[in-house]
């Protein structure tokens, strides 16, 4: 089992808020989020962790300095989204694989439950949060049918996590047709919108985290709400400037 953690995006949404540091690494109480991340993985036996790095890549490159981490780089980040990230650590997808965003935290449960599932391509979901979901999922009997930022009323089922893992009988076919949409020019997709290009090909199951902690940190609230869940106030060492 391996890891790949995308980490190279600026994270515009927030980034007036945090004085412009990498999302990832806001201390969310005694210990940067990506360092939180990079410890669960290796916790669980995961010794094999790969990290695409752009955006400060150096402040990233520090804190994990003491720990045994592949980085790879896409220093074309400001004009590509995390399908390109993927496609320059494709070489280290060879495995049964965790693919994740840095900036995605997740109470321990959830990756406990991710590791017992062994379908080719897995997706976390929330059901709870489809209300005000941000990337929103349709699925029935957990296979996936609609995803989009656009998706309305009973087409959303739940708002994608942020944490995938497929198969290593499947990274063949995900580098293959990673290779595909990078040389067509679709550089701006997600990295996720590879596994999303197998919908109606295979089954790409989800899996309902509903009732579990997580949070995406796109927002200032979504950074509160992991220090509030770690027991921590939520104006810890952050700058918070709501009203500009």
């Known amino acids: 089992m391996k890891a790949l953690i995308m980490a190279a995006g600026r994270g515009t949404r927030i980034s007036r808020y945090i004085e412009g540091k990498p999302k990832c690494t806001l201390d969310i109480g005694g210990i940067q989020l990506i360092e939180h991340t990079v410890k669960e993985l290796l916790t669980r036996g995961i010794q094999e962790i790969g990290i695409v790095l752009g955006y400060k890549a150096d402040v990233i490159e520090e804190i994990l300095s003491e720990y045994p981490v592949k980085f790879y780089y896409n220093y074309f980040y400001e004009v590509t989204n995390s399908i390109a ?44 949060k489809k209300e005000f979901a941000d990337y929103k999922l349709y699925y029935e009997d957990n296979q996936l049918i609609k995803f989009g930022k656009d998706l309305k009323g009973e087409d959303i089922t739940g708002e994608y996590v942020g944490i995938a893992k497929i198969s290593k009988l499947f990274t063949k076919e995900f580098t293959k047709r990673l290779n595909e949409l990078v040389k067509t020019g679709n550089y701006n997709m997600w990295w996720e919108d590879v596994l999303y290009s197998f919908v109606g090909e295979k089954l790409v199951y989800v899996h309902d985290v509903e009732g579990k902690f997580w949070a995406e940190v796109d927002f200032v609230e979504d950074y509160e709400r992991i220090l509030g869940y770690r027991g921590y106030n939520a104006n810890y060492n952050i700058t918070v400037e709501k009203n500009l």
């Open 85 to 128: 990230s993927a496609w320059f650590a494709k070489e280290f997808i060879d495995d049964d694989m965790i693919i994740m965003n840095a900036d995605v935290f997740s109470e321990s449960e959830i990756m406990t439950e991710l590791l017992k599932m062994e379908k080719e391509i897995v997706l976390l979901s929330d059901s709870s």
